[in-house]
């Protein structure tokens, strides 16, 4: 089973999640986006599974940081522009697995899930 762990290196969450994958011995590729950026088709395919809500970090600084006008009446076309732009806009972590997408970290989703 091929799993792929999205976010930033320096966040807190994504580190809570990176220890916990390395404490139960499962290997992962870790995907930076603030060096690698995101693929838009990939984003899309999120979207298309979870909708841009979930998706879509509405408490980070970045996201708060925005002028009011670009934060308003977003559609999901406004919405994956904006993560497109700044991947930081993403909710962290974004794990890849043979069952699906998890959003966010929680040990008790991530161990019924990657059993």
């Known amino acids: 089973m ?6 930033i290196k320096n966040c807190d969450t994504m580190k809570k999640a990176r220890a916990w994958l390395d404490s139960h011995g499962i290997a992962y590729t870790f995907h930076d986006y603030k060096s690698a950026g995101i693929d838009p088709a990939t984003l899309q395919g999120w979207v298309r599974q979870l909708g841009w809500e979930p998706l879509l970090n509405r408490a980070g600084t970045t996201f708060r ?14 919405a994956i522009a904006l993560m497109l732009a700044q991947p930081s806009m993403i909710k962290r972590p974004v794990l890849v697995h043979a069952g699906g997408l998890l959003v966010g970290f929680k040990p008790e989703t991530y161990l019924s899930a990657l059993r």
């Open 65 to 78: 940081k925005l002028p009011d006008e670009q934060k308003q009446d977003l559609t999901e076309a406004r």
């Open 2 to 7: 091929s799993i792929t762990l999205y976010g």
